[in-house]
C-alpha cells in the first residue's frame, strides 16, 4: 500500500468526545472513525488488522472442530419469546418492520442457533456438534465509552456446542480453553490474560472469562498467582478463596474480558424441544455450550496492552502491514531505490506499506510510523543509500540496524 494513495490520513487529535484511550490512539492512527458512541467504521489499516485477528479465531475455532455458519442480525421477536428474553434481555435493540412485527438486532444467537439445530439434529450419532459465526453484534450499552472495547455495534465470535451428556460438554470445554490460549497467544496477549473464574448460572457453580490485564480494563479481578487463574470481582463475595487452591491472597487488577464461555446445560434446548433419540431409543434434552469472544474488542485490548507513548505496538500476527518502508528525501536515486525495494517486497508477498510522500518531512514519516506501529520499519535515506544500506528498526526495539541493500528484501518471511 502507497502511503500517497491512502485514503484515510493520521491526525493530531482525536475527537473530543472520544475517551477511551484505543479509541482515541486507533482514531489518530487512522484505523477507526467514530461514528457514535460505541459505533465505529473501520478504515483500511483498521479493517486489516481487525480480519487478521478474525482470521487467528476462524482457524483456531476450525481446528477444534468448529464448523463456520452465518446468522442473521435481524431476529425475530417470537424467537426470544420463547426462551423469555424479550422482555429480560436489558440490552435488546428492539425494532418494528414494516409488516408491523417486532425484531431484535442479534445481541447474541443461542435463539436462533437452538432451532436451526433442531432442523438437522436427530440422533446421538450426529452428536456432538460445533457451530459458530463470526458476526456483528448489537447491544444498547448503557455506557459506551471505552472505544472497542464496549461497542454497541461489535464483532463476536461465538460457538455453540451440542452434547449428549454433561461429561462430553465437559471435555470439550476444557479443549476451548486451550483454544482460546491459542488465539490469545497468536495475538500477543495470553501473557497477559488469566482464565477467570464468574457466576456460572444454573447449570454450572462457574462460568469462566479470559481476561487481560490493562490499567483502563472495566472489569477487577483477583489473581492467584500460584495457579494462575483469577476470580471476577463479581463473584469475590461467594468465592473468597482460589477455586484451584483455596488460598486467599488474591492480586487485585484491571482487566478486560476479551471472551467468555459458559455451560449452557438445557437452558435452550428445553425451550426449543432440541432433543435426540439415544441409543436405546428414548428422546433426551441436547446439553450445550457457548463460548464467546469479541475480535474487536481484542483489537481494543491489543492497543490498550501493547503501546508506548508513540504509538501502538502491534504484535506481528495482526499487525495490518509487516513493513513500514520510509523514503526519506526528495532526490532521485533514494525515490528509484525505495520503490525498487517496495516492488521487491510486493513480489516477495511481504505485506508492506510504502510512506511514498513527497510532502511529509522525515519527522513527520518517523512519528506517523511508530503512530501506527507496524512491527518492522525500513528507511531509504541519501544517507543509508551511501552506504549501499537500508536502516531497520523494529517498532518493540530502539535498536537501529544499517542492512545491506543486496538481499535485503529476502530477509523479511
Ligand atoms: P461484558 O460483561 O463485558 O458486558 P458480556 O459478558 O455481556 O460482556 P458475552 O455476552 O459473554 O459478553 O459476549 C462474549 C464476548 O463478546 C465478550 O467476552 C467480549 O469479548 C465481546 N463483547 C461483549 N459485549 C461487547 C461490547 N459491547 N463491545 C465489544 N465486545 C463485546
Ligand atoms: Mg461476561
Not at 444467537?109 to 448489537?138: C, G
Not at 479481578?221 to 473468597?240: F, G, M, P, S, T
Not at 492497543?303 to 523514503?327: F, M, R, S, T
Request: proline letters at 3%; charged letters at 30%; one cysteine or more.
Amino acid at each position: 500500500m502507497r502511503q500517497s494513495k491512502l485514503f484515510t490520513k493520521t491526525i493530531k487529535e482525536a475527537p473530543k468526545d472520544e475517551i477511551s484511550f484505543n479509541a482515541q490512539t486507533l482514531i489518530r492512527a487512522g484505523f477507526i472513525d467514530k461514528v457514535g458512541a460505541g459505533i465505529y467504521t473501520f478504515l483500511p489499516l483498521g479493517l486489516r488488522a481487525h480480519n487478521k485477528i478474525c482470521d487467528i479465531v476462524r482457524e483456531e475455532m476450525d481446528a477444534v472442530g468448529g464448523q463456520e455458519i452465518l446468522m442473521p442480525a435481524l431476529t425475530p421477536k417470537e424467537f426470544w419469546q420463547i426462551t423469555d428474553r424479550w422482555e429480560s434481555f436489558d440490552a435488546l435493540f428492539r425494532l418494528i418492520g414494516i409488516d408491523k412485527k417486532e425484531y431484535a438486532l442479534g445481541a447474541t444467537h443461542e435463539e436462533i442457533i437452538s432451532p436451526l439445530i433442531k432442523k438437522y439434529l436427530f440422533s446421538y450419532k450426529e452428536l456432538p456438534m460445533y457451530v459458530y459465526q463470526i458476526q456483528t453484534k448489537f447491544r444498547n450499552e448503557l455506557r459506551a465509552k471505552a472505544g472497542l472495547l464496549r461497542g454497541r455495534e461489535f464483532s463476536m465470535k461465538d460457538l455453540y456446542s451440542f452434547h449428549v451428556n454433561q461429561e462430553d460438554l465437559d471435555k470439550y470445554y476444557k479443549i476451548i480453553q486451550e483454544a482460546y490460549f491459542e488465539i490469545l497467544k497468536r495475538c500477543g496477549l495470553a501473557d497477559l490474560t488469566y482464565l477467570t473464574f464468574a457466576a456460572g448460572g444454573a447449570f454450572s457453580k462457574y462460568s469462566h472469562e479470559f481476561q487481560t490485564l490493562a490499567e483502563r480494563g472495566e472489569d477487577t479481578i483477583y489473581i492467584c498467582d500460584d495457579c494462575r487463574v483469577a476470580v471476577n470481582q463479581e463473584l469475590i463475595e461467594e468465592q473468597k478463596t482460589c477455586p484451584e487452591c483455596n488460598k486467599t491472597d488474591f492480586r487485585k487488577e484491571k482487566a478486560i474480558e476479551v471472551g467468555n464461555i459458559f455451560k449452557l446445560g438445557t437452558r435452550f434446548s428445553k425451550p426449543f424441544d432440541l432433543r435426540f433419540t439415544d441409543e436405546s431409543g428414548k428422546k433426551q434434552d441436547v446439553i450445550m455450550g457457548c463460548y464467546g469472544l469479541g475480535p474487536s474488542r481484542v483489537m481494543g485490548a491489543i492497543v490498550e496492552a501493547h503501546h508506548d507513548d508513540k504509538g501502538i505496538i502491534w504484535p506481528e500476527a495482526v499487525a495490518p502491514y509487516q513493513v513500514h518502508l520510509l523514503a526519506l528525501g526528495q532526490d532521485n536515486k533514494t525515490k528509484e531505490t525505495a520503490e525498487k525495494i517496495y516492488k521487491d517486497l510486493l513480489a516477495k508477498n511481504v505485506e508492506a506499506i510504502y510512506d511514498d510522500r513527497d510532502e511529509k518531512s522525515a519527522g513527520e514519516k518517523f512519528a506517523d510510523a511508530d503512530l501506527i506501529g507496524i512491527p518492522v520499519r525500513l528507511v531509504i535515506s541519501e544517507k543509508t543509500i551511501d552506504k549501499d544500506s537500508a536502516e531497520i528498526k523494529r517498532r518493540d526495539s530502539n535498536k537501529v540496524e544499517l542492512v545491506k541493500l543486496e538481499g535485503l528484501v529476502s530477509k523479511f518471511k
